[in-house]
């Protein structure tokens, strides 16, 4: 397996991100099929897990405890703290030293573990000071309960302000074919202070698969029911973007994934996308992406369909606590 760097953490080139194998994400879950996707991981060398306190009410980062039992030398284990529902009904960031060591202590436990390799502030408090908890997640460094300090959904100006107090290792942001926010200010910022990234959802919540071509195609509980770009009369605009992604990969004999995947991994040697899945026939398909090297004229026509994705990326309720 290809290796990158996240600062001065090694991992492989695609790491698994964990999320929609717990309720109320992508419909109906099967755990036993996630355990076993997520050791099959494990076995093609895909070590990087992505998990946080919050999906599943604690669900997700239990299912990745007992998938990971008796391998923990294996796993470079990443998880999150920091989001909260806020009083109005939508979530809020909680970003106080003493919520963090409450959920570092509860994310131990259901992870099963003593120390996590990653841990993310999962979203910034636009109206706290980041110095404040970057130094009590420095404490946590020397401490070894954490290894290494990320952060969630923050722009260049938090990133630099939190790097000097304790050096990061990656930030990690919604970045695909169709989400380039971060290729404006945090991408230029995290090569100049040697931070890696870690893209999520860089299949575009598996839309550049081609899988979803209607709002009818998705579950009454699909999470993605409340995204701008997944609404009747904005998805079937965007289908053209799918299907672009679709033509390149037939010219090639690749996957529509693989194709998506290529492009982020082309962005720059510090990038490491974690992409989801529930099943590890998709898990081998989208390792396929290591191997496709997209020339000079794909990378164009796929810069350029950027410019015709139609919606925001984010619902209301999350607006308030991202950076791009």
């Known amino acids: 397996m290809q290796q990158r760097n996240l600062g001065s953490?090694?991992?492989?080139?695609?790491g698994l991100g964990t999320m929609g194998m717990?309720?109320?994400?992508?419909?109906?879950?099967d755990d036993a099929e996630s355990i076993a996707t997520i050791r099959h991981a494990l076995d093609v060398g895909v070590t990087h897990i992505d998990t946080a306190n919050i999906y599943g009410a604690g669900h997700n980062e239990e299912l990745v405890g007992e998938a990971i039992a008796g391998r923990r030398d294996e796993v470079v284990l990443a998880t999150k703290f920091g989001i909260v529902p806020g009083a109005d009904g939508n979530l809020a960031a909680d970003n106080s030293p003493a919520y963090m060591r409450q959920e570092l202590e509860g994310s131990l436990r259901r992870l099963g573990v003593d120390?996590?390799?990653?841990?993310?502030?999962?979203?910034?408090?636009?109206?706290?000071?980041?110095?404040?908890?970057?130094?009590?997640?420095a404490e946590q460094v020397q401490a070894g309960t954490i290894r290494h300090i990320g952060l969630?959904?923050?722009?260049?100006?938090?990133?630099?302000?939190?790097?000097?107090?304790?050096?990061?290792?990656?930030?990690?942001?919604?970045?695909?074919?169709?989400?380039?926010?971060?290729?404006?200010?945090?991408?230029?910022?995290?090569?100049?202070?040697?931070?890696?990234?870690v893209?999520?959802?860089?299949?575009?919540a598996g839309f550049l698969t081609g899988a979803i071509r209607a709002f009818e195609d998705l579950d009454d509980d699909d999470f993605r029911r409340n995204l701008p770009r997944f609404?009747?009369?904005t998805i079937e605009r965007n289908v053209a973007v799918a299907d672009a992604v679709r033509e390149i990969a037939a010219r090639r004999g690749a996957e529509p994934a693989q194709v998506a995947?290529?492009?982020?991994?082309?962005?720059?040697?510090f990038v490491v996308p974690i992409f989801?899945?529930?099943?590890?026939?998709?898990?081998?398909?989208?390792?396929?992406?290591?191997?496709?090297?997209?020339?000079?004229?794909?990378?164009?026509?796929?810069?350029?369909?950027?410019?015709?994705?139609?919606?925001?990326?984010?619902?209301?309720?999350?607006?308030?606590?991202?950076?791009?």
């Not at 953490?9 to 695609?14: E, G, I, M, N, Y």
């Not at 050096?167 to 931070?195: F, K, N």
């Not at 893209?199 to 575009?204: I, S």
């Open 9 to 14: 953490l090694v991992v492989p080139a695609l």
């Open 22 to 29: 717990s309720p109320a994400v992508y419909g109906a879950v």
């Open 115 to 137: 120390h996590v390799d990653l841990y993310y502030v999962h979203r910034v408090d636009p109206d706290g000071e980041v110095e404040e908890i970057m130094g009590a997640l």
């Open 152 to 197: 969630s959904e923050a722009d260049a100006q938090t990133i630099r302000r939190a790097h000097a107090v304790h050096p990061l290792a990656a930030v990690q942001s919604e970045y695909s074919l169709w989400s380039r926010g971060a290729e404006a200010d945090v991408l230029p910022t995290l090569a100049e202070l040697g931070i890696g990234f």
């Open 199 to 204: 893209p999520y959802m860089p299949l575009g």
């Open 231 to 233: 609404q009747p009369g």
């Open 261 to 269: 995947l290529a492009w982020v991994l082309s962005r720059a040697d």
């Open 276 to 324: 989801g899945t529930r099943r590890a026939a998709n898990l081998d398909q989208n390792l396929g992406a290591l191997d496709v090297a997209l020339d000079a004229d794909e990378l164009a026509q796929l810069d350029a369909l950027s410019a015709q994705v139609e919606g925001s990326r984010l619902p209301s309720f999350l607006e308030g606590l991202s950076a791009a």
